[in-house]
Nanobody, 120 residues
């Protein structure tokens, strides 16, 4: 599966952004999908995941209550709605895909990232 993320940019603290990730091929609906971010000098962090059915969600404590993951299998698209952004959310955000039988996410496949910068 090939993944293409978009929607990043520069935003002030407290603002919102919506990331999208379009997957190529007809296998999108077979995968658990998620968002992974990598901030400067930090380890990668799996911040959200959604089961292939869309019925099971995971959000890391660092983003819970502020970010929401969703998917549209008909459009082969994954989303991440990010509200109440903080400077510490500044990172490159990647969409990722993994097997449905691993929870929350085994990020076997990554797309190119999209940069999110939150100014204070």
């Amino acid at each position: 599966v090939q993944l293409q993320a978009s929607g990043g940019g520069l935003v002030q603290a407290g603002g919102s952004l919506r990331l999208s990730c379009v997957a190529s091929g007809r296998t999108f609906r077979r995968y658990t999908m998620g968002w992974v971010r990598r901030a400067p000098g930090k380890e990668r962090e799996i911040i959200a995941a959604v089961h292939r059915s869309g019925g099971r969600l995971y959000h890391a404590d660092s983003v819970k209550g502020r970010f929401t993951i969703s998917r549209d299998n008909a459009k082969n698209t994954l989303y991440l709605q990010m509200n109440s952004l903080r400077p510490e959310d500044t990172a490159i955000y990647y969409c990722a895909a993994g097997p449905e039988n691993y929870w929350p996410l085994k990020d076997d496949y990554w797309g190119q990232g999209t940069l999110v910068t939150v100014s204070s």
